[in-house]
């Protein structure tokens, strides 16, 4: 049998119940450290990490509910998968005490060889893939670490020299402006304004990475609240705008808050913009319910687009409109996936060119997602 790196704890106060265990159990690969008392037990646990622990009851000293209690009761040892081996099994009581101390089984002797090996490969398996996942999850904090740092290099490196280009150009345009004729006007202007676009677009795009990355957080989060908030928002940029916004009432989801609104803030951003042509901007925040699924939707009356082309939509700088009838970076629409996606939900639109858009959503309705 192939050695697999694990290690098991046995601990009896008679050597050659020790013995026949490690012979019974030398098939599982695993390696054998055995303890003749609980207190060589616990002096075993200070020194290596156990994938199981297979405990004699009844023993001189400190039995083995006794020695199950002081494992749960440490830190390092406390989630150790402990199986009883006893002779004694004619009082329920024993048996309840037994579970009550910790353990995760209860076999009494004689026992089957087969049976335990059976057993006890179950609880390694168990550990291998805790193992493997917790390795998993300390690779993927170390990347996630590397990201952010990268993210912040990158956006150092690049924003440092576009305060300089905008400042310079900034410059020039305050101080030697009837110095240009209306063509060099025009090319500063350019500058600046591609400048600032690009600016733009590092934010978006270190936003995106960060939705990926985000630590979530699951609470009760009131979208009609946020939407209210992010449309007075809307209002104040461009007073003069003639806008309906409808806003149903109560409208709550289990989910990170300061994702939801970074949600709702491209949907409703997105339909301001795309509706600025109207001489009446509408927008509704709404819920439906579909087979007993609540459904929410952002809906608005502006330019629409063609769906052959969405599966596009949702891609980083995939853009259906041009960027002077429509400024943008392209990224919005990619950052709602994103955070639709990590609250277990999905994402789909309906629209039709010159005839406005419906996205939908759903925000899955449980108190944490399994997997992210």
Request: proline share 3%; net charge negative; with cysteine.
């Amino acid at each position: 049998m192939k050695y697999t790196g694990q290690e098991i704890l046995i601990v009896d106060d008679r050597k050659e119940n020790l013995l026949a265990l490690e012979k019974i159990l030398a098939e599982t690969g695993s390696r054998l450290v055995k303890a003749l008392s609980g207190e060589q037990a616990l002096a075993a646990t200070l020194e290596r990490d156990f994938a199981l622990a297979i405990l004699d009851v009844q023993m001189p000293g400190m039995d083995g509910y006794e020695l199950a209690e002081l494992l749960r009761g440490d830190a390092k040892t406390k989630n150790m998968p402990i199986i009883f081996l006893t002779a004694a099994y004619s009082e329920e009581a024993q048996i309840f005490k037994g579970y009550e101390s910790g353990a995760v089984d209860y076999i009494v002797k004689p026992y089957n060889p087969t049976i335990l090996v059976s057993k006890v490969s179950v609880f390694l398996e168990m550990h291998a893939q805790q193992e493997a996942l917790r390795r998993h999850r300390e690779r993927l904090a170390a990347v996630n670490e590397e990201l952010e740092a990268f993210a912040y290099s990158v956006s150092h490196d690049l924003q440092a020299p576009l305060r300089v280009i905008k400042g310079y150009g900034q410059a020039l345009l305050e101080d030697c402006l009837k110095k240009l004729n209306n063509q060099e006007q025009d090319y500063l202007h350019r500058v600046l304004h591609q400048a600032g676009r690009m600016s733009q677009l590092i934010d978006d795009l270190l936003a995106l990475s960060r939705v990926t990355r985000a630590e979530m957080t699951y609470e009760p989060v009131d979208l009609s609240k946020i939407t209210r908030e992010i449309s007075a928002h809307l209002r104040e940029a461009e007073p003069g705008r003639n806008a309906v916004i409808r806003i149903a009432d109560n409208l709550t989801a289990l989910g990170d808050p300061r994702l939801i609104y970074q949600a709702l803030d491209n949907l409703l951003a997105n339909a301001w913009k795309f509706t600025k042509h109207r001489g009446q901007t509408e927008i509704e925040l709404g819920l439906l319910t579909r087979n007993g699924e609540p459904i929410f939707f952002v809906q608005d009356n502006g330019a629409g687009f063609d769906m052959k082309y969405a599966d596009k939509l949702c891609a980083p700088f995939q853009r259906l409109h041009s960027n002077k009838a429509f400024p943008g970076t392209g990224i919005g629409l990619s950052t709602v996936h994103r955070i639709v996606k990590r609250h277990g939900g999905r994402l789909w639109f309906e629209s039709e060119v010159d005839k406005g858009a419906t996205f939908y959503f759903t925000l899955k309705d449980i108190e944490k997602p399994q997997f992210e």
